[in-house]
């Protein structure tokens, strides 16, 4: 349930068995004429190992100063199912931990790079993705999955409208802020994007995983969550939010690959989007306005008639457009998003949940 992950290390020239093989050159970070200032150097899988489906991490040398001295450290992003797997379709678990680390400490010194298993579990984490794929039920799709979550969720309490977007015709959800991403998206679809060009997919290095479906048969559809986070210091405030941050003092590698923690993470940030539910499966209809007053009255009994008019209107208007298209119309965004809130309470009381489980419910049952 972890894919990528940043890993930051702190090396030495003997670590480095081919520092040519950098762009430029890691032998100025060790050796005279040194480089002046911050230089990275860079190591990445080259268009013929990609050609061959050869996964490889991506590897970045620098130096910077510490307690008077120029400390080289080396920043290790890879993919980890996409390590041991190929693909990321197959989730890593627990259990592959020690074979992960084996794996990764084989795939650096095919590159040149020498360390051995305490060095790459001491690794301090420095950004990480948790991930989930959600086999969705034959009767559901992630087109409809995603469109249910444009048109009905309630985000305004918790992120910013314009942090807010629905990519690819409707077919990636994207919540973002500088520390962290949240993305919602149909990871079939983004694997067919992937051959048409790797910037037009979400994931990135899917050079492994491009023929894993050439076979025309049809598939059960997947639907992706992944909580990207960014920072060293969100990582550790998300982790107390969840209950995990007195353990995780200091964020290695080794403490912080546990199944646990990335499924409470993903469960928390898919529990702050609300779904505006039917009042009842009898009333999905917008012409059956009488039946959606009397459903009002039922929830609210001390409701006065403004406030059923109100409602009423607010319900139709949602069940036709979405909330997004209601609070452009009111103009209850940015400043007047005070009024969204006190309405989006009374709004609440009346949808009850329907016969069907909630959408967000049967993918949390998976997570």
Not at 233 to 243: D, E, N
Not at 328 to 355: D, G, H, P, S
Request: charged share 30%; net charge positive.
């Amino acid at each position: 349930m972890i894919d990528t992950v940043v890993l930051t290390i702190p090396v030495l020239r003997e670590n480095i068995l081919a520092p040519e093989r950098f762009s430029p050159s890691a032998n100025g970070l060790f050796k005279e004429p040194f480089y002046k200032g911050y230089t990275p150097c860079k190591l990445n899988p080259s268009k013929e190992q990609k050609d061959e489906g050869r996964y490889l991490p991506r590897l970045t040398l620098s130096s910077r100063p510490k307690k008077g001295n120029w400390e080289v450290s080396l920043r290790i992003e890879f993919s980890a199912p996409k390590i041991l797997f190929g693909n990321n379709l197959k989730e890593v678990d627990d259990k592959d931990y020690k074979e992960l680390i084996s794996e990764l400490c084989f795939k650096l010194f095919t590159m040149g790079i020498k360390l051995d298993q305490e060095q790459i579990e001491k690794a301090s984490v420095s950004s990480i993705h948790f991930c989930k794929n959600i086999l969705l039920e034959p009767y559901q799709s992630c087109s409809m999955v995603i469109n249910e979550l444009e048109r009905y969720g309630n985000y305004n309490e918790w992120l910013d409208l314009d942090k807010t977007s629905f990519r690819n015709g409707g077919h990636i959800l994207h919540l973002h802020t500088d520390r962290w991403e949240f993305v919602v998206y149909d990871k079939l679809r983004d694997l067919q994007r992937a051959k048409l060009g790797e910037r037009r997919s979400v994931d990135k290095d899917n050079y492994s995983q491009l023929d894993i479906f050439n076979d025309d048969k049809s598939k059960q559809e997947i639907l992706r969550l992944e909580l990207r986070i960014n920072s060293k210091i969100k990582i550790a405030t998300l982790l107390s939010s969840v209950g995990c941050g007195m353990a995780l003092k200091n964020i290695t590698f080794r403490n912080i690959f546990k199944k646990v923690i990335s499924r409470r993470l993903l469960i928390a940030f898919l529990r702050k989007i609300k779904i505006m539910r039917s009042i009842s499966n009898q009333n999905t209809s917008n012409s059956n306005i009488l039946s959606i007053c009397e459903s009002i009255k039922k929830s609210l009994p001390l409701i006065t008639d403004s406030e059923i008019m109100k409602l009423t209107f607010g319900f139709i208007f949602i069940n036709e457009y979405g909330i997004k298209a209601f609070k452009r119309y009111m103009q209850w965004n940015t400043k007047k998003a005070y009024k969204w809130n006190r309405f989006y309470k009374k709004l609440e009381k009346i949808y009850t949940v329907c016969n069907n489980r909630d959408t967000l419910e049967i993918i949390e049952s998976k997570i």
